[in-house]
């Protein structure tokens, strides 16, 4: 066990991630700094750095983190690692800690919604998106984990990315 790991409260698993990437966890870093990104099949769509807490101490920290437009609507993998500090050629720095997320350019956030009877994905989206230009099925789809959007069952909830 790593007893210098990051624990990563957000973004949870599953979490949708817009224009910015909230980063909260506890952890520790060579002079605190942090380095992040969103992977998908191996291609960074976004990554940076930031400097949080003090060198060797474990700590509880919060970010935020812009995400650079252009990015597909689609599964993603946030990982996040304290940077070791070592020289090049020394070395890679610590695994960083990882997270399954769904990245949806736009979204601030998601309205939840239960299924009733009746229902379609469709009529959802007119009803509780309210015009939202992220609140489209394909996005409902990927952010309610949704294999196929024509098959919703009432009680379930769905999340409205919005």
Same mark, same amino acid.
């Given at each position: 066990?790593?007893?210098?790991?990051?624990?990563?409260?957000? $973004? +949870?698993?599953?979490?949708?991630? @817009? #224009?910015?990437?909230?980063?909260?966890?506890? !952890?520790?870093?060579? =002079?605190? *700094?942090?380095?992040?990104?969103?992977?998908?099949?191996?291609?960074?769509?976004?990554?940076?750095?930031?400097?949080?807490?003090?060198?060797?101490?474990?700590?509880?920290?919060?970010?935020?983190?812009?995400?650079?437009?252009?990015?597909?609507?689609? $599964? +993603?993998?946030?990982?996040?690692? @304290? #940077?070791?500090?070592?020289?090049?050629?020394? !070395?890679?720095?610590? =695994?960083? *800690?990882?997270?399954?997320?769904?990245?949806?350019?736009?979204?601030?956030?998601?309205?939840?919604?239960?299924?009733?009877?009746?229902?379609?994905?469709?009529?959802?989206?007119?009803?509780?998106?309210?015009?939202?230009?992220?609140?489209?099925?394909?996005? +409902?789809?990927?952010?309610?984990?949704?294999?196929?959007?024509?098959?919703?069952?009432? !009680?379930?909830?769905?999340?409205?990315?919005?």
């Amino acid at each position: 066990m790593d007893i210098y790991g990051i624990s990563v409260r957000q $973004p +949870a698993a599953g979490d949708i991630v @817009g #224009d910015t990437l909230p980063i909260a966890a506890l !952890g520790t870093a060579f =002079e605190a *700094t942090y380095v992040w990104r969103l992977v998908r099949g191996g291609h960074v769509l976004a990554d940076g750095f930031f400097t949080a807490g003090s060198m060797g101490t474990m700590q509880a920290f919060v970010t935020e983190a812009p995400v650079a437009g252009g990015v597909d609507p689609g $599964p +993603a993998v946030f990982e996040l690692a @304290g #940077d070791s500090g070592a020289d090049e050629g020394e !070395g890679h720095g610590p =695994e960083p *800690t990882r997270v399954d997320v769904i990245v949806i350019p736009g979204a601030t956030g998601y309205i939840p919604y239960q299924v009733k009877r009746g229902d379609t994905l469709s009529a959802i989206i007119r009803e509780v998106g309210g015009g939202s230009a992220v609140a489209t099925v394909r996005n +409902a789809a990927l952010a309610s984990g949704l294999r196929d959007p024509n098959r919703i069952r009432p !009680g379930q909830i769905l999340r409205i990315p919005v």
